[in-house]
């Protein structure tokens, strides 16, 4: 397993959004509502969950991932917290281990940034004031910007919440609802009609460079539609991301000449940067048949970065654990689907960029260690290749040197 196999393999990163498995090293210097978040395993106590009966809506009994369990899921939680998973229990066939993040924040980017290659060297800054969240200045800012004599909001909150009470108040005053959340965002909902879609995307896109400077880390637009007590937000959300301070394995794969696939959030992510190909989607449902059908159609040496975010967004913040547990239940038969598509000579990562540990208090991401599974497919099938703990970093190295790029940045290849 070297280089060599790598010309013309290809590479497929696979981000499945917030699947932790738990031990991360210095997870007692992080929160949710006010506790730390030791002992936090997101896979791992979904797995204790669906054994002991608790996670029946929608699904039934013990958790059932077939596919990365025989890569080694089961053994890559032991490994990276010590809790034997109940139902992932298979020997280990492929390459597994457990990768430990450095970076000081647990939240998209810097997961996906640094399994990319670059630690994140600064702290985010994060709105915490629940009310009032924004500075004077940076409100005004926001107003001249937007032509208005101020803005709605200014405060922590829910989505969908905010544009049920401030909806209304905006409409009639033409003012943006601004508002943040536990992440390192600014977000700006207006109505796409009235306020306009264009001009909501201009205005986030002007204050982007200000929030930036002050290490925020995205300004989203949140564009809505319909009348009073019946808003919905429409599918033209905008992310304006900070962007990645150095380059990324999607740069230097790109720079290599080598053709590059971004999936679901991967352009967002990475302020669209290195990137040949997006590829997105409504759901990932439509994220898996994308990323299906480029196990068909990719390139040669090409690179496939996919995101696959709806663990994360609808169970993980939500804490619904069944809902979680069937989300990874359908992703290990999809995934089951791709393996079979891959071609001698691809190198496949199934990764997460943090926890989410749906039984854990709070709303909010867990900081915990992330598997890392998979392997280079060769006619004998995938390889048994235990890579023990490593760092996200690697991730990228690893990548790098399967392509055979020149740089393979600051990890360590464990191919
Ligand atoms: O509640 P909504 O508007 O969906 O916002 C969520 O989306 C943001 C970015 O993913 C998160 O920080 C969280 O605030
Ligand atoms: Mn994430
Ligand atoms: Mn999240």
Same mark, same amino acid.
């Given at each position: 397993m070297t280089a060599d196999s790598g010309l013309a393999g290809r590479a497929f990163l696979i981000v499945m959004d917030s699947a932790g498995i738990g031990g991360? !090293? #210095?997870?007692?210097?992080f929160f949710n509502d006010g506790m !730390? #978040?030791?002992?936090?395993?997101t896979i791992g106590h979904i797995a204790v969950e669906c054994a002991a009966g608790?996670?029946?809506?929608?699904r039934s009994g013990p958790l059932r991932m077939p596919t990365l369990d025989a890569l080694g899921l089961g053994a890559a939680i032991r490994l990276a917290s010590g809790l034997a998973a109940p139902g992932l229990d298979a020997t280990p066939q492929g390459l597994w281990g457990a990768a430990t993040e450095v970076s000081r924040g647990k939240d998209t980017p810097s997961g996906h940034w640094e399994l990319a290659g670059v630690p994140v060297p600064w702290d985010w800054h994060y709105?915490?004031?629940?009310?009032?969240?924004?500075?004077p200045d940076l409100a005004a800012l926001v107003a001249r910007v937007a032509g208005t004599e101020g803005i709605l909001g200014n405060c922590h909150a829910p989505g969908t919440a905010i544009i049920e009470s401030l909806g209304a108040e905006h409409l009639r005053t033409g003012w943006p609802i601004c508002y943040t959340s536990a992440d390192s965002v600014f977000q700006i909902a207006a109505h796409e009609e009235r306020f306009g879609l264009d001009r909501l995307l201009q205005l986030c896109r002007e204050i982007a460079p200000e929030l930036h400077r002050m290490r925020v880390g995205r300004v989203i637009a949140r564009p809505f539609v319909g009348e009073p007590g019946h808003f919905i937000r429409t599918p033209n959300r905008r992310d304006f991301a900070i962007a990645p301070p150095a380059a990324t394995i999607l740069d230097r794969a790109q720079a290599a000449g080598r053709a590059t696939h971004a999936i679901g959030k991967i352009g967002d992510i990475f302020s669209h940067?290195?990137?040949d190909h997006l590829h997105k989607g409504k759901d990932d449902a439509a994220l898996m048949d994308h990323l299906i059908r480029l196990a068909d159609e990719a390139g040669p040496g090409s690179l496939t970065f996919a995101n696959f975010v709806e663990f994360d967004s609808l169970y993980g913040h939500r804490r619904d654990v069944a809902g979680y547990a069937r989300a990874l239940e359908w992703f290990d038969g999809r995934a089951g689907e791709f393996m079979a598509r891959l071609r001698p000579g691809d190198l496949a990562i199934f990764t997460a960029d943090h926890g989410n540990d749906p039984?854990?208090?709070?709303t909010d991401h867990t900081r915990e260690r992330v598997p890392v599974l998979g392997g280079i497919v060769s006619s004998a099938g995938i390889g048994l290749n235990p890579v023990g703990q490593v760092g996200y970093v690697d991730v990228a190295a690893s990548v790098a040197a399967h392509l055979g790029l020149p740089d393979q940045g600051p990890g360590r290849s464990f191919l």
């Amino acid at each position: 397993m070297t280089a060599d196999s790598g010309l013309a393999g290809r590479a497929f990163l696979i981000v499945m959004d917030s699947a932790g498995i738990g031990g991360a !090293p #210095d997870a007692a210097r992080f929160f949710n509502d006010g506790m !730390p #978040d030791t002992g936090a395993n997101t896979i791992g106590h979904i797995a204790v969950e669906c054994a002991a009966g608790r996670a029946e809506t929608g699904r039934s009994g013990p958790l059932r991932m077939p596919t990365l369990d025989a890569l080694g899921l089961g053994a890559a939680i032991r490994l990276a917290s010590g809790l034997a998973a109940p139902g992932l229990d298979a020997t280990p066939q492929g390459l597994w281990g457990a990768a430990t993040e450095v970076s000081r924040g647990k939240d998209t980017p810097s997961g996906h940034w640094e399994l990319a290659g670059v630690p994140v060297p600064w702290d985010w800054h994060y709105f915490r004031a629940p009310v009032n969240s924004f500075p004077p200045d940076l409100a005004a800012l926001v107003a001249r910007v937007a032509g208005t004599e101020g803005i709605l909001g200014n405060c922590h909150a829910p989505g969908t919440a905010i544009i049920e009470s401030l909806g209304a108040e905006h409409l009639r005053t033409g003012w943006p609802i601004c508002y943040t959340s536990a992440d390192s965002v600014f977000q700006i909902a207006a109505h796409e009609e009235r306020f306009g879609l264009d001009r909501l995307l201009q205005l986030c896109r002007e204050i982007a460079p200000e929030l930036h400077r002050m290490r925020v880390g995205r300004v989203i637009a949140r564009p809505f539609v319909g009348e009073p007590g019946h808003f919905i937000r429409t599918p033209n959300r905008r992310d304006f991301a900070i962007a990645p301070p150095a380059a990324t394995i999607l740069d230097r794969a790109q720079a290599a000449g080598r053709a590059t696939h971004a999936i679901g959030k991967i352009g967002d992510i990475f302020s669209h940067r290195g990137i040949d190909h997006l590829h997105k989607g409504k759901d990932d449902a439509a994220l898996m048949d994308h990323l299906i059908r480029l196990a068909d159609e990719a390139g040669p040496g090409s690179l496939t970065f996919a995101n696959f975010v709806e663990f994360d967004s609808l169970y993980g913040h939500r804490r619904d654990v069944a809902g979680y547990a069937r989300a990874l239940e359908w992703f290990d038969g999809r995934a089951g689907e791709f393996m079979a598509r891959l071609r001698p000579g691809d190198l496949a990562i199934f990764t997460a960029d943090h926890g989410n540990d749906p039984t854990f208090t709070g709303t909010d991401h867990t900081r915990e260690r992330v598997p890392v599974l998979g392997g280079i497919v060769s006619s004998a099938g995938i390889g048994l290749n235990p890579v023990g703990q490593v760092g996200y970093v690697d991730v990228a190295a690893s990548v790098a040197a399967h392509l055979g790029l020149p740089d393979q940045g600051p990890g360590r290849s464990f191919l």
